[in-house]
């Protein structure tokens, strides 16, 4: 996980869905991350692109909510620091 993963990965409690306002959480797919909401009903993830999180509803991917189940079973753990 490169420095700018682990920037987003510690503050991802902080970051929301522009349009529906809930969580998201960071996710590992394959060699990239994304940012995946947690609303099963409104399934879609936001790309991280250059270590940069798109966070435009414009750049929104909407997925299939069974992809929305994989998608969450991958979420990246944040390691305490205490």
Known sequence: MNEAI???AAIQHLLACPETKVPLVLVKQ???YLLVTTDPSVPRY???IDGIPEL???SAVM???EEHTLL???RVEVKSTD
């Open 72 to 74: 969450l079973k991958n």
């Open 46 to 48: 936001y790309p991280i």
């Open 63 to 65: 997925i299939s909510p």
């Open 30 to 32: 394959g060699e990239n």
């Open 56 to 58: 435009l509803i414009e």
């Open 6 to 8: 682990q920037r987003i």
